[in-house]
T-cell receptor, first 112, second 115 residues
Framework: DAGVIQSPRHEVTEMGQEVTLRCKPI?????LFWYRQTMMRGLELLIY????????DSGMPEDRFSAKMPNASFSTLKIQPSEPRDSAVYFC??????????FGEGSRLTVL | AQSVTQLGSHVSVSEGALVLLRCNYS??????LFWYVQYPNQGLQLLLK??????LVKGINGFEAEFKKSETSFHLTKPSAHMSDAAEYFC?????????????FGPGTRLSVLP
C-alpha cells in the first residue's frame, strides 16, 4: 500500500521565493496534519484538517504560511515569501479512525 | 490542556542493556498514547499504541510500553538494546475532540547504543 507521499523531498531556494510543498494522504484517511521539525524547536504542529476542513491552524507561524486541502487526496503548504528561518523538514501525516498517525518521508527545505 | 513530557533528551545504553525511555502525560480526558521512532533522514514510524485495551502494549522490534493511569505514564522499554535501536523516540498523545483528532508530541529522546 502507498503511504503518505510528499513532494519535493528536497528544495533549495532563495529568500523571498515562493515555496509549495505537496502531500497526498493515505486513501481513506480523514485527517491530515502538517508538522515542521527543526533542531532548535523539535516537532511543531502547523495545521491539521479533518474531512478537508482546517480545524486548528494556531501553529502556523505567520501570514506567510498558508495551507489548503482542496480534496481528500491532496494538500499543499505554501510559504510566500520564504525566509532563511523557514529552513526545516516539513512532514505531512494522515490518520483514520484507528487513531495513529502515518507520516510521509518529509520535505527538507533550505532557504538561502 | 494536554501535554506530554519525556524525561531525558538523550539516553545512552550499552548494547544488550535494558532500554527505558520515560513518558508522562497530562490530560483531562482518556488518552490514546503512542510511541514513534525516527531514524536519520526519515519520517516518524509507529512503534506501538495504547487505545484503552490492554495496559501492556507490545510493539515492533521488541519494544513494549505500559500504561499506568495512576502515574500518568507510558514508559517505553526493551530488554536488550541493539545497535540498530539508535534513533530518536517520540511519545505522543491524542484525544478525540468535537472535530476530530489532535496529536501532541513530546520533545523526543535520542537513544544512543554503545558497543
Amino acid at each position: 500500500d502507498a503511504g503518505v507521499i510528499q513532494s519535493p523531498r528536497h528544495e533549495v531556494t532563495e529568500m523571498g521565493q515562493e515555496v509549495t510543498l505537496r502531500c497526498k494522504p493515505i486513501s481513506g484517511h480523514n485527517s491530515l496534519f502538517w508538522y515542521r521539525q527543526t533542531m532548535m524547536r523539535g516537532l511543531e504542529l502547523l495545521i491539521y484538517f479533518n474531512n478537508n476542513v482546517p480545524i486548528d491552524d494556531s501553529g502556523m507561524p505567520e501570514d506567510r504560511f498558508s495551507a489548503k486541502m482542496p480534496n481528500a487526496s491532496f494538500s499543499t503548504l505554501k510559504i510566500q515569501p520564504s525566509e532563511p528561518r523557514d529552513s526545516a523538514v516539513y512532514f505531512c501525516a494522515s490518520s483514520s479512525t484507528t487513531g495513529e498517525l502515518f507520516f510521509g518521508e518529509g520535505s527538507r527545505l533550505t532557504v538561502l | 490542556a494536554q501535554s506530554v513530557t519525556q524525561l531525558g533528551s538523550h539516553v545512552s545504553v550499552s548494547e544488550g542493556a535494558l532500554v527505558l525511555l520515560r513518558c508522562n502525560y497530562s490530560s483531562s480526558v482518556p488518552p490514546y498514547l503512542f510511541w514513534y521512532v525516527q531514524y536519520p533522514n526519515q519520517g516518524l514510524q509507529l512503534l506501538l499504541k495504547y487505545t484503552s485495551a490492554a495496559t501492556l502494549v507490545k510493539g515492533i522490534n521488541g519494544f513494549e510500553a505500559e500504561f499506568k493511569k495512576s502515574e500518568t505514564s507510558f514508559h517505553l522499554t526493551k530488554p536488550s538494546a541493539h545497535m540498530s535501536d539508535a534513533a530518536e523516540y517520540f511519545c505522543a498523545f491524542s484525544a478525540r475532540d468535537n472535530y476530530g483528532q489532535n496529536f501532541v508530541f513530546g520533545p523526543g529522546t535520542r537513544l544512543s547504543v554503545l558497543p
